[in-house]
DNA sequence: TATTGTTATACTCTATAACTATA
DNA sequence: TATAGTTATAGAGTATAACAATA
């Protein structure tokens, strides 16, 4: 009986990517991370990674929000943050104030200084976004958008 | 001159995520970690993470795929590959072939233990993502990931 | 000289248990 | 009894430097 020689192994040229390419979890893993990277490199002129920004914008636009309130919209857990408010504080971006009718809980404040950071870094944090997203028109990102928003909410 | 008692700091009841959700990053983050989690609890059965699974889809579509290649591909560093590796080699999902003009790579593939597994994992994925996108119609789904794919692609 | 796969390692991110003080 | 904030800590994820074998 004759022996066949076994087919050579041949190498992989093109990669078929097909079958993730229809995953919507892997689109838009890839895609978060272009534009955390485009975050990260703008942002580093404030010292800023997306959870600082993300603490420090809800502080700016909920002056008094708790670390609790930070957490349950972020998604953080509780001993996570408290380095972050640390070092914020120690930054001098934000405050502590005793919250008004909960002796346990103290409200998160901007600082004067802590305004006017954001103040910029929420400008370039939306230029930088422009510019990772340029490939979309207006509308079609407010439609990613709204469609990103479907599977979160 | 009077002193005006200071006003009472008012406490946050509803939280202000105006700005945070006009950024794609932010909504495609929260998006993303939704399906990621509920691709941890519905692949458990599998004993697979998302990048073991995207490991094993592209071993599985591209046989005789390098290491290289794959983290070219999902964007891995090589010494966080070894490990992953290792493991489905251990597991009997996978087995190292030698590459047919390349001395120091060798290819990959799937055993038939790993075909088989992975045949059930692919249909599993896609059933759980639909379910976690279920809010989407089949249009959107498909308009979302061109999206998405317009900013990493 | 460059590349594949590897080891060792460090740094970041995320999660859990348990404590304190207040409610 | 439950909650806000905190400490300590463990595990997962991600990154770099450096090496041996091969191109």
Redesign the interface.
């Given at each position: 009986m004759a022996t066949r020689k076994p087919s050579?192994?041949?190498?992989?040229e093109q990669?078929?990517?097909?079958?993730?390419?229809?995953?919507?979890?892997?689109?838009?893993?890839?895609?978060?991370?272009?534009?955390?990277d485009a975050?990260l490199r703008n942002m580093a002129v404030y010292g800023l990674r997306?959870v600082d920004f993300?603490v420090l914008?809800?502080i700016g636009?909920?002056?008094?929000?708790?670390s609790r309130?930070l957490c349950a919209?972020l998604?953080l857990q509780p001993p996570n943050l408290v380095g972050m408010v640390n070092q914020l504080q120690t930054r001098e971006l934000i405050l502590r104030?005793?919250?008004?009718?909960?002796g346990r809980a103290m409200?998160l404040h901007l600082t004067p200084a802590g305004k006017k950071m954001m103040k910029q870094a929420?400008v370039t944090?939306?230029e930088l976004?422009e510019t990772?997203?340029a490939?979309?028109s207006v509308a079609?990102?407010k439609?990613?958008?709204q469609?990103?928003?479907?599977?979160?909410v």
């Amino acid at each position: 009986m004759a022996t066949r020689k076994p087919s050579p192994d041949p190498s992989v040229e093109q990669i078929d990517t097909g079958f993730l390419d229809s995953l919507v979890g892997y689109n838009a893993r890839r895609a978060t991370l272009v534009i955390v990277d485009a975050f990260l490199r703008n942002m580093a002129v404030y010292g800023l990674r997306p959870v600082d920004f993300s603490v420090l914008s809800l502080i700016g636009h909920n002056p008094g929000i708790t670390s609790r309130q930070l957490c349950a919209t972020l998604n953080l857990q509780p001993p996570n943050l408290v380095g972050m408010v640390n070092q914020l504080q120690t930054r001098e971006l934000i405050l502590r104030r005793p919250h008004p009718h909960d002796g346990r809980a103290m409200g998160l404040h901007l600082t004067p200084a802590g305004k006017k950071m954001m103040k910029q870094a929420e400008v370039t944090a939306f230029e930088l976004e422009e510019t990772a997203t340029a490939r979309l028109s207006v509308a079609e990102r407010k439609t990613l958008m709204q469609l990103l928003r479907k599977i979160y909410v």
